[in-house]
């Protein structure tokens, strides 16, 4: 028997948070108005509303972190964990969530990402598409930039790929009609964009437990 792969434990937690974060933003997509919503919420407002916890489940199982904190943006990362009660600006001008679910999620996302980047920073680089400048600057945060950077800069929490809309939209019907093979498909083309993000080749079949068979 081969060994255990050593990514399973912080895949589990990238499915972990996928889960609620895909359930947090299909509760955004009903209770929001339309000319409030971020613009890959709207454009799919109805598959995130027609999304049940099943369907949420499925569409976590992409193997790679499904929300985004500048983690191609290595000076950005170096202010925050220079000072971490330092204000940036939102990232856009539409909110993503109301500020509490926004700084929950921000801080479990961190908490993801922190983990991986001290596990094995190569495997961040891949489970979260960051650049080898943003890895080392995570791995390094205290407990107290944990604590902080949530508060202080929850609306960069973004969808990844949000520029992606066929992406997005094939992922929301697929995990809808539980269609495995278009799931998998999918998976699949989420290395290619992660490859193209991060410069890190990521290899399907040296990552067997992030990718189903069928």
Request: aromatic share 8%.
């Given at each position: ?49 027609a999304l049940d916890p ?76 960051m650049s080898d400048g ?25 969808l990844r790929w949000e ?52």
């Amino acid at each position: 028997m081969p060994p255990p792969w050593p990514g399973g434990p912080c895949l589990e937690l990238v499915y972990e948070f996928n889960e609620r974060f895909i359930q947090e933003t299909a509760e955004v997509a009903r209770e929001g108005d339309a000319s409030t919503l971020p613009d890959m919420v709207r454009i799919h407002r109805d598959l995130w509303v027609a999304l049940d916890p099943p369907a949420c489940h499925r569409a976590s199982r992409c193997p790679f972190l499904l929300a985004d904190i500048q983690f191609r943006n290595e000076a950005w990362w170096q202010r925050v964990q220079s000072d971490a009660s330092w204000q940036s600006g939102p990232a856009v001008s539409v909110r993503h969530f109301p500020r509490r679910r926004a700084v929950e999620l921000m801080r479990d996302a961190l908490i993801v990402a922190w983990y991986t980047t001290r596990q094995d920073t190569r495997l961040a680089a891949g489970l979260l598409a960051m650049s080898d400048g943003v890895t080392r600057a995570v791995a390094k945060l205290s407990l107290r930039h944990l604590r902080l950077i949530p508060d202080h800069h929850h609306q960069h929490l973004r969808l990844r790929w949000e520029y992606l809309s066929s992406f997005w939209g094939r992922l929301l019907s697929a995990a809808s009609r539980d269609d495995a093979e278009a799931l998998h498909d999918l998976h699949l083309h989420a290395y290619q964009l992660a490859d193209a993000d991060s410069g890190f080749a990521v290899s399907a079949a040296d990552s067997d437990p992030g990718i189903p068979d069928k």
